[in-house]
T-cell receptor
Framework: DAMVIQNPRYQVTQFGKPVTLSCSQTLNHNVMYWYQQKSSQAPKLLFH???????NEADTPDNFQSRRPNTSFCFLDIRSPGLGDAAMYLCATSRQRGHTDTQYFGPGTRLTVL | AQKVTQAQTEISVVEKEDVTLDCVYE???????LFWYKQPPSGELVFLIR??????QNEISGRYSWNFQKSTSSFNFTITASQVVDSAVYFC??????????????FGAGTRLAVHP
């Protein structure tokens, strides 16, 4: 089945220790998104790629970076995680950017910062 | 302002009861899309439905039904004969378009539904 895969499902890191979260998709979608969802809150968009075109949300901290080496994979790098970065990180994809395109989400990676 | 309001933070029902989750949205766009997603305890966001602003026809899918009313800017979701497996957080979302051609999902705060046996 075509899907959005996130690895690992659970990640524990130490304060200040860089961490990378992975997302892959078999849907061949052009757009990939990263969301941060803190406990009992709605998902918040961090950035997205339309093909190789990177778009950062204005309020996304510089501590968060992303890479998309090819259509299928997208990575979220947190350079120096703080306690406030503990959250669920959700990857999503959509076929195109337009109005009609539904975003499909992966299972998420729950990040714990010690 | 473009936003989604889900006024019900938590709802608790007993199995087999019907339950309606409210969603009110604000947008200045004439063309827009509305979504409902389900987030079970495992964490993934599961797409349930998409509705565009030109189609006010209500939709039914099994035990799920959606009532879209532009006059009141509402897109409510009803679960008939609820089951324990329906326990989850439900998010209503509005898709808006920005210049440059990219879209953005604006989520409501979510409604946590607990269905008890």
């Amino acid at each position: 089945d075509a899907m959005v895969i996130q690895n690992p499902r659970y990640q524990v890191t130490q304060f200040g220790k860089p961490v990378t979260l992975s997302c892959s998709q078999t849907l061949n979608h052009n757009v990939m998104y990263w969301y941060q969802q803190k406990s009992s809150q709605a998902p918040k968009l961090l950035f997205h790629y339309y093909d190789k075109d990177f778009n950062n949300e204005a309020d996304t901290p510089d501590n968060f970076q992303s890479r998309r080496p090819n259509t299928s994979f997208c990575f979220l790098d947190i350079r120096s995680p703080g306690l406030g970065d503990a959250a669920m990180y959700l990857c999503a994809t959509s076929r195109q950017r337009g109005h009609t395109d539904t975003q499909y989400f992966g299972p998420g990676t729950r990040l714990t910062v010690l | 302002a473009q936003k989604v309001t889900q006024a019900q933070t938590e709802i608790s029902v007993v199995e087999k009861e019907d339950v309606t989750l409210d969603c009110v949205y604000e947008t200045r766009d004439t063309t827009y899309y509305l979504f409902w997603y389900k987030q079970p305890p495992s964490g993934e966001l599961v797409f349930l439905i998409r509705r565009n602003s030109f189609d006010e026809q209500n939709e039914i899918s099994g035990r799920y039904s959606w009532n879209f009313q532009k006059s009141t800017s509402s897109f409510n979701f009803t679960i008939t004969a609820s089951q324990v497996v329906d326990s989850a957080v439900y998010f209503c979302a509005l898709l808006i378009m920005f210049s440059g051609g990219y879209n953005k999902l604006i989520f409501g705060a979510g409604t946590r539904l607990a269905v008890h046996p």
